[in-house]
């Protein structure tokens, strides 16, 4: 589903084909919060399959209108709001300074090899094999561990061990909370809810530096198949 966001005072010409439409309600609906619901990858997919047609699928302006929001207070709403441009700047922030970390990153490795001495790398490290032989993480915690680090390592960016398993402590006590319900895995006002719970608590905990889909993925799903199999 194809979404367009004026935040300016400009106007625009649009095809004949696009809805315009504006926030009437703004004392119980901020703008912002509105475009961050529908731009998630739920909505799309909520989207397409209530969509109708089959040489070109449709999503209609009514039907659009029937749909039902999770709407919280305005200043909760403002408060997810400026949680989600936080992360959107600092990834923009991180995406545009990439390419130039990488080009001084390799100009100075380039030039450590031949200024620098070598040293093996071995007489630098000190292997642990730390186990969980007092009960000091629960397989529970122990699963949204093992995720944390999995991403972690799959892409390459840092953060400490200790700190995953604080971080899989804090994801195991939200998942609980959501999870006194009976139906919470089918019930899209719950899961909506932990996804937006999640968002502050990555994004509180600095996990990942920049945003990635994977980590909602990897954790919404072994939240899913913990209540599975747990419940």
Same mark, same amino acid.
């Given at each position: 589903?194809?979404?367009?966001?004026?935040?300016?005072?400009?106007?625009?010409?649009?095809?004949? +084909?696009?809805?315009? %439409? %504006?926030?009437?309600?703004?004392?119980?609906?901020?703008?912002?919060?509105?475009?961050?619901?529908?731009?998630?990858?739920?909505?799309?997919?909520?989207?397409? %399959?209530?969509?109708?047609?089959?040489?070109?699928?449709?999503?209609?302006?009514?039907?659009?209108?029937?749909?039902?929001?999770?709407?919280?207070?305005?200043?909760?709403?403002?408060?997810?709001?400026? +949680? !989600?441009?936080?992360?959107?700047?600092?990834?923009?922030?991180?995406?545009?300074?990439?390419? @130039?970390?990488?080009?001084?990153?390799?100009?100075?490795?380039?030039?450590?090899?031949?200024?620098?001495?070598?040293?093996?790398?071995?007489?630098?490290?000190?292997?642990? @094999?730390?186990?969980?032989?007092?009960?000091?993480?629960?397989?529970?915690?122990?699963?949204?561990?093992? +995720?944390?680090?999995?991403?972690?390592?799959?892409?390459?960016?840092?953060?400490?061990?200790?700190?995953?398993?604080?971080?899989?402590?804090?994801?195991?006590?939200?998942?609980?909370?959501?999870?006194?319900?009976?139906?919470?895995?089918?019930?899209?006002? +719950?899961?909506?809810?932990?996804?937006?719970?999640?968002?502050?608590?990555?994004? *509180?905990?600095? !996990?990942?530096?920049?945003?990635?889909? =994977?980590?909602?993925?990897?954790?919404? =799903?072994?939240?899913?198949?913990?209540? *599975?199999?747990?419940?």
């Amino acid at each position: 589903m194809s979404l367009g966001y004026n935040t300016t005072k400009n106007t625009f010409l649009v095809s004949s +084909i696009s809805v315009v %439409f %504006f926030v009437s309600d703004t004392d119980n609906l901020l703008e912002d919060y509105l475009y961050m619901y529908f731009n998630r990858t739920e909505f799309d997919r909520y989207a397409h %399959f209530n969509s109708w047609g089959s040489a070109r699928e449709a999503f209609s302006w009514e039907d659009m209108c029937d749909i039902d929001i999770d709407l919280p207070p305005l200043p909760v709403q403002r408060k997810y709001v400026d +949680i !989600y441009n936080a992360m959107l700047a600092n990834q923009r922030a991180y995406e545009n300074g990439l390419e @130039d970390l990488n080009v001084a990153i390799s100009a100075s490795v380039e030039e450590f090899k031949h200024t620098a001495p070598r040293v093996a790398v071995g007489s630098l490290l000190e292997e642990i @094999d730390v186990r969980n032989h007092d009960g000091a993480i629960s397989y529970e915690e122990k699963a949204f561990y093992d +995720i944390l680090v999995k991403v972690r390592d799959d892409h390459g960016f840092p953060y400490a061990d200790d700190k995953c398993l604080v971080l899989a402590k804090k994801i195991k006590d939200l998942i609980d909370d959501k999870a006194q319900f009976a139906d919470w895995s089918t019930r899209d006002d +719950i899961k909506n809810q932990l996804n937006m719970d999640l968002t502050v608590l990555l994004y *509180k905990n600095g !996990y990942p530096p920049e945003w990635d889909e =994977e980590v909602f993925d990897k954790v919404m =799903e072994q939240a899913e198949n913990f209540k *599975k199999y747990n419940g």
